[in-house]
């Protein structure tokens, strides 16, 4: 794992009141491999750090030189513009594609070279930070996206990074992409109630995402293995009937809500859902403590 940025947690302002682990596995979800332009973010009790799950060597847009900053600012506009009109479609982010798109300066954009392929990361995506802006020489700053896609110089090109020392007035074009305004200076603790859905929705059980403790866990499977005993024990004798159809209905419903809960489950532990599947880890499952902290997978309790 490579660590990108890490910033006080008193200093960063939230631009959305969603739990920003589930904001990247629905960003994911929708994007696919694309998604690997938002850096993973851990949000902990003193701060919080943007990362990436390899191990190469990432430079800093601020330190590239100026011809690297045209490659890298036409890789960014080509990006944003398509990420934003995928994420824009979506049903649960797409409303906030804006904030999404949203980062605090160019300090916050990341990037590697392989064959002359640049490959794009941002951190601070979604986030404001009161932290003092550096100075940057050469052409104005702007924000950016990612792909590992390679781009021939082109100049004339309007540019969208923001300059640090310079607030300019932008076209209506760029300020679509700029940093959302926030009115409130209280700074706003994430929390689940869009992305992944309230604690008590019925829907949050149908949902891989997110994290859920020991009792929920027990009173899910629970349930789930009744209505599926119940419903097969009902559909003997009734084999290709309509009853029939419905009673396989009603378990594959239940098998499917026993996994999403069984994922959410190991996400407490900080492991991947399908660690479900290893025998007799159910059981451990029911005893053991969730992680104390937040995890890439969820906020803890």
Same mark, same amino acid.
């Given at each position: 794992?490579? %660590?990108?940025?890490?910033?006080? $947690? #008193?200093?960063?302002?939230?631009?959305?009141?969603?739990?920003?682990?589930?904001?990247?596995?629905?960003? $994911?979800?929708?994007?696919?491999?694309?998604?690997?332009?938002?850096?993973?973010?851990?949000?902990?009790?003193?701060?919080?750090?943007?990362? /990436?799950?390899?191990?190469? !060597?990432?430079?800093?847009?601020?330190?590239?030189?100026?011809?690297?900053?045209? %490659?890298?600012? !036409?890789?960014?506009?080509?990006?944003?513009?398509?990420?934003?009109?995928?994420?824009?479609?979506?049903?649960?982010? *797409? +409303?906030?594609?804006?904030?999404?798109?949203?980062?605090?300066?160019?300090?916050?954009?990341?990037? /590697?070279?392989?064959?002359?392929?640049?490959?794009? %990361?941002?951190?601070?995506?979604? @986030?404001?930070?009161?932290?003092?802006?550096?100075?940057?020489?050469? +052409?104005?700053?702007?924000? =950016?996206?990612?792909?590992?896609?390679?781009?021939?110089?082109?100049?004339?090109?309007?540019?969208?990074?923001?300059?640090?020392?310079?607030? #300019?007035?932008?076209?209506?074009? !760029?300020?679509?992409?700029?940093?959302?305004?926030?009115?409130?200076? !209280?700074?706003?603790?994430?929390?689940?109630?869009?992305?992944?859905?309230?604690?008590?929705?019925?829907?949050?059980?149908?949902?891989?995402?997110?994290?859920?403790?020991?009792?929920?866990?027990?009173?899910?499977?629970?349930?789930?293995? =009744?209505?599926?005993?119940?419903?097969?024990?009902?559909?003997?004798?009734?084999?290709?009937?309509? #009853?029939?159809?419905?009673?396989?209905?009603?378990?594959? =419903? @239940?098998?499917?809500?026993?996994?999403?809960?069984?994922?959410?489950? @190991?996400?407490?532990? *900080?492991?991947?859902?399908?660690?479900?599947?290893?025998?007799?880890?159910?059981?451990?499952?029911?005893?053991?403590?969730?992680?104390?902290?937040?995890?890439?997978?969820?906020?803890?309790?």
């Amino acid at each position: 794992m490579s %660590i990108l940025k890490t910033i006080e $947690k #008193e200093k960063v302002k939230f631009l959305m009141d969603f739990d920003y682990n589930n904001v990247l596995g629905r960003l $994911k979800f929708v994007l696919g491999k694309d998604a690997s332009f938002f850096a993973d973010i851990r949000v902990r009790q003193n701060d919080v750090t943007w990362s /990436t799950k390899d191990d190469k !060597e990432y430079g800093s847009y601020i330190d590239a030189n100026d011809s690297e900053k045209q %490659i890298i600012k !036409e890789v960014v506009d080509e990006q944003i513009e398509k990420l934003s009109s995928i994420i824009s479609g979506d049903s649960l982010i *797409g +409303p906030h594609t804006e904030k999404i798109m949203s980062f605090p300066s160019n300090q916050y954009i990341y990037y /590697t070279v392989k064959d002359g392929v640049y490959n794009v %990361i941002l951190t601070g995506w979604g @986030c404001d930070t009161t932290e003092p802006k550096e100075k940057e020489d050469g +052409p104005k700053q702007e924000q =950016v996206s990612d792909e590992s896609t390679s781009v021939v110089d082109s100049e004339g090109d309007k540019s969208m990074l923001e300059d640090d020392n310079k607030q #300019e007035e932008l076209s209506s074009d !760029e300020q679509k992409y700029t940093p959302v305004e926030n009115n409130s200076t !209280e700074y706003v603790t994430a929390d689940t109630s869009v992305i992944e859905g309230p604690k008590s929705s019925v829907m949050n059980f149908f949902w891989v995402n997110g994290r859920c403790g020991r009792l929920t866990f027990f009173l899910t499977w629970l349930a789930t293995n =009744v209505g599926i005993r119940v419903a097969d024990y009902l559909s003997r004798g009734k084999t290709h009937t309509p #009853e029939g159809y419905l009673y396989l209905l009603i378990i594959l =419903v @239940c098998v499917w809500v026993a996994f999403c809960v069984g994922a959410k489950r @190991c996400h407490d532990l *900080g492991h991947n859902g399908w660690w479900q599947l290893i025998p007799f880890y159910g059981l451990w499952l029911l005893f053991a403590a969730g992680d104390p902290d937040d995890n890439e997978y969820g906020s803890a309790g």
